[in-house]
């Protein structure tokens, strides 16, 4: 075969396997209400999306839920749950969730805050339909050095296995054909949405900054935990307009019931 040749066989292959490599499949998105996906982020997650346009895709163990990615063969004849076979698997999962709605949850705002440093004091909001477009026609070379098995959107199914009898668990129902979008039906109040990388390996860190794109070719807004003090609340909406993102800032519908005083 002629050189040439060979070398332009070999471009088409690296392309279509870039093609493949950075191709967004769906999961699970009939029916959905909420016209909006919330992400709800503490001050260095915010900077690092406003300034590299990258959001944060966590490994899936370093989740709260600890039955993360969990299939049914994980459930032993005992009852108990082959945890090295689960923890291993949560190894190869990057994940990074959106709270799917059409309005601000207050409830939410402080349900995964471990500490003041790790608060959630913003919430980026995107309109989902324009977002999720956004994303999977986005070029990324986040992904260059893994070895992606493949990358899934969606919502959460919320299934139940832990205690569950051998019966019920071989119910047709409870089969999840993606495992990183089944939680346990305790988490269902999240109207969870999320983006999965899934890996053919165990990833090493505790995640990766999976750049989304230009945040100005980005639909968003920027809201402030209504849930903080008034001189808090302040503060955040002073360092979002000295940062120089004052445009993307949208007062947080529940604020004026928090803090009357401020209107």
């Known amino acids: 075969m002629p050189k040439g040749i060979f070398l332009d066989t070999r471009l088409i292959n690296y392309i279509n396997m870039m093609a493949k490599l950075n191709t967004w499949n769906s999961y699970n998105i009939e029916n959905i209400k909420g016209a909006n996906l919330f992400k709800?982020?503490?001050?260095?997650?915010?900077?690092?999306?406003?300034?590299?346009?990258?959001?944060?895709?966590s490994r899936a163990d370093k989740f709260g839920d600890r039955m993360e990615c969990m299939r049914l063969s994980d459930v032993q004849k005992d009852g108990k749950i082959n945890v090295e076979k689960l923890e291993l698997r949560k190894r190869k999962h990057l994940i990074t969730c959106f709270h799917e709605n059409n309005s601000e949850s207050l409830a939410f705002w402080d349900t995964y805050s471990e500490s003041e440093s790790k608060r959630r004091k913003y919430c980026l909001v995107f309109d989902r339909i324009l977002f999720v477009k956004f994303v999977s026609k986005h070029s990324n070379s986040s992904l260059m050095n893994?070895?992606?098995?493949?990358?899934?959107?969606?919502?959460?199914?919320?299934?139940?296995?832990?205690?569950?009898?051998?019966?019920?668990?071989?119910?047709?129902?409870?089969?999840?054909?993606?495992?990183?979008?089944r939680k346990e039906r305790s988490f269902s109040y999240e109207r969870e949405y999320r983006f999965d990388i899934q890996l053919r390996n165990e990833f090493l860190h505790d995640g990766i900054n999976y750049e989304i794109g230009k945040i100005d070719s980005i639909n968003f807004k920027i809201l402030i935990n209504p849930l903080l003090s008034r001189r808090e609340y302040k503060c955040c909406k002073d360092f979002i307009i000295e940062q120089g993102y004052e445009k993307y800032l949208q007062e947080s519908k529940l604020n004026k019931w928090l803090h009357p005083e401020s209107y």
């Open 40 to 57: 709800f982020v503490q001050e260095d997650r915010l900077l690092e999306f406003l300034r590299t346009g990258c959001l944060w895709f």
């Open 146 to 181: 893994l070895n992606v098995y493949r990358m899934i959107h969606g919502k959460v199914k919320y299934k139940t296995l832990a205690g569950q009898s051998v019966e019920e668990l071989d119910n047709p129902r409870m089969f999840i054909k993606h495992v990183a979008f």
